[in-house]
C-alpha cells in the first residue's frame, strides 16, 4: 500500500512538471494550456479514486461467499439528523490461501443489529465466527426490515488425531 501512494504521488509530481514546462516553454494558445492544467486536474481526481480501495476504507462491494468475522462494530442511526446507520463487518475469507482481512459498510438493521452483536459475544467466549452471504437478501430494500445481508454460524475447532494413534506411528516409519 505504501508503494501505491508513492507512486500516486510521484504521478501527480510528474504530471505537474509535464504541466509547468508545457506553461513555461511553449508559445501555445491559452485554450491548450488551460485545457492541459483542466486535464491533468481531472487525472489526478481519477488517480486517487483508482486507489481508494488501497486506503483500508470499508467497502460495499459485495462479499465473498464464506468467511470468517474478525470483528464488527455498529453506528446506529441518529434521531433527528439523515444519518441512517451502518454495520462495520471485517472479515477474511475461508478457504483462500493466505486471503487478506476486508472490511465492508453495511446498511443498519435492527434485527442485524442483534445478530451481530450475538455474533460478537460469541466470539469473546472463543467461538469463531463464521459467516455466509443471504441469498434472499435485496440490496434495494436493506435498512428496510426485509432480508439480513448476511447470516452468522459457529466454526467448529479443527480436531486434530490423537498423538498415540497406531495409524499415524505406523506411516511416520
Known amino acids: 500500500m505504501i508503494a501505491a501512494i ?21 508559445t501555445w494558445s491559452w485554450q491548450v494550456k488551460a485545457g492541459a492544467i483542466v486535464a491533468t486536474m481531472l487525472t489526478v481526481v481519477l488517480s486517487y479514486f ?10 460495499a462491494q459485495d462479499m465473498p461467499d464464506n ?3 474478525l470483528a464488527a462494530d455498529v ?3 441518529r434521531k433527528g439528523s439523515n444519518k441512517k446507520g451502518a454495520i462495520y463487518v ?37 467461538v469463531k465466527q463464521g459467516v455466509r452471504g443471504n ?3 435485496d440490496k434495494n430494500a436493506a ?8 447470516n452468522f ?11 498415540t494413534d497406531q495409524r499415524l506411528g505406523e506411516r511416520a516409519r
Open 50 to 59: 483508482a486507489v481508494y480501495e488501497l486506503l483500508g476504507w470499508p467497502t
Open 90 to 126: 471485517w472479515v477474511k475469507p475461508i478457504g483462500e490461501h493466505n486471503a487478506l482481512p476486508r472490511a465492508y459498510e453495511l446498511p443498519y438493521d435492527p434485527e442485524f443489529h442483534e445478530m451481530v452483536i450475538t455474533a460478537l459475544e460469541r466470539s469473546r467466549q472463543g
Open 6 to 26: 508513492i507512486g500516486l504521488v510521484a504521478l501527480v509530481l510528474v504530471l505537474s512538471l509535464l504541466l509547468l514546462s508545457l506553461n513555461v516553454g511553449t
Open 153 to 163: 454460524f459457529d466454526i467448529k475447532p479443527l480436531r486434530l488425531p490423537d498423538k
Open 143 to 150: 435498512g428496510q426490515g426485509l432480508g439480513l445481508p448476511l
Open 135 to 137: 441469498p434472499d437478501y
Open 67 to 69: 468467511m470468517r468475522m
Open 75 to 77: 453506528v446506529e442511526p
